[in-house]
């Protein structure tokens, strides 16, 4: 099992920058991808970024594309999410999330952090 304990949330002006980190611990070798989702009160949770733990390959939800970067650091077994140019839409509950399989769902979860952007 993997264990996911998010940090570096807040409040940010729009515009502003800020920087999300996840921190793995456990069974962390058993980690093929890591993720951030994100909800806002009364939506879904929504896919916004992901990497391949090993090769580091990325992916974007459309929304964020150019605005945010998604990367890790294994040694330290922490994934972070780099979000420049925010704007008030971006204001929602964030997920860290891994997968211990190349193709399987997110298995494992933080406990969410709160991210706030003003206008």
């Known amino acids: 099992q993997v264990q996911l304990v998010e940090s570096g949330g807040g409040l940010v002006q729009a515009g502003g920058s800020l920087r999300l980190s996840c921190a793995a611990s456990?069974?962390?070798?058993?980690?093929?991808?890591m993720g951030w989702f994100r909800q806002a009160p009364g939506k879904e949770r929504d896919f916004v970024a992901a990497i391949t733990w090993i090769g580091g390959s990325t992916n974007y939800t459309d929304s964020v594309k150019g605005r945010f970067t998604i990367s890790r650091d294994n040694a330290k077994n922490t994934l972070y999410l780099q979000m420049n140019s925010l704007k008030p839409e971006d204001t929602a509950v964030y997920y860290c999330a891994a997968s211990g399989s190349p193709i399987g769902v997110y298995k494992y979860w933080g406990q969410g952090i709160q991210v706030t952007v003003s206008s």
């Open positions: 456990g069974r962390t070798f058993s980690i093929y991808h």
